[in-house]
């Protein structure tokens, strides 16, 4: 009688277990599907604040090149009128630097001509002048 008592302790205690092996499975899966669809949730979530944010990227991005496009415009434009007036303003300095070239070679020239005449001169007012009285 001990060795049934026993063996019905045994399968009493093996059902039992079996039995809160199974409530603590359910209670697995249970949670499992719970946190399976947080995580699904959280995903969704995140998936449309990424799809958000990258259109907010997007037309910032839009806005920045166009911004950067006036003003390599813009800044061409400058450059361009300042090597305009640059090459406007060389072109009247090289003009009045060419007439002051040539005023200043005709005065050399001018200047050249009188030295000389003074010395055609001057030989001729070394020589002894007539006086008024010899005649």
Request: net charge positive.
């Amino acid at each position: 009688m001990k060795i049934m008592s026993l063996i019905a302790a045994l399968l009493a205690t093996a059902a039992l277990t079996a039995l809160g092996e199974e409530g603590v499975i359910q209670d697995v899966k249970h949670g499992a599907k719970k946190t399976g669809e947080t995580i699904k949730d959280g995903l969704e979530t995140a998936g449309e604040k990424t799809k958000e944010t990258a259109k907010t990227v997007a037309k910032k991005t839009k806005e920045n090149a166009e911004t950067v496009g006036e003003k390599t415009k813009e800044t061409g434009e400058t450059v361009a009128r300042k090597t305009k007036e640059t090459v406007e303003g060389t072109g009247e300095k090289t003009t009045h630097a060419s007439r002051k070239t040539h005023h200043k070679s005709t005065r050399t020239s001018t200047k050249t001509r009188t030295e000389t005449s003074e010395e055609g001169s001057g030989n001729q007012e070394s020589a002894p002048a007539p006086s008024p009285g010899s005649r």
